[in-house]
């Protein structure tokens, strides 16, 4: 259990990494974004290599980016419609399902 919180936990900040440093200094923020989500879930499924604690991983991430991309109580995006940030949206997606499909031990 504790181990899922911190994968959770995990996530979160991976995600709001992200979500603020996708569109600053481009590219090289989408870049630098890009490699901390595959650096995080390569050390995440070497530390504790469940599915469970990806998925909160995963959880944690994907809720971060797209309350980031929905517009707030007064009409502000952070994960804009532009090419970065649809890169951000299904390329992060995207690799997190190959991910998942990576992980092999179920708990």
Known sequence: MFRNLISLLFGIAI???GVFL?????????????FAL???TYLLRQMYRTRS???FFAF???F????GASTGNGGEL???GNGYGTFLLLGGIVWLLIASARTSKID
């Open 38 to 40: 595959i650096l995080a």
């Open 53 to 55: 604690s990806f998925l």
């Open 60 to 62: 944690g991430w994907l």
């Open 15 to 17: 995600g709001i990494s």
């Open 78 to 80: 952070l994960v804009e």
């Open 22 to 34: 996708h569109n600053a200094y481009r590219p090289f923020g989408l870049i630098i974004s890009s």
């Open 64 to 67: 971060v980016v797209v309350r």
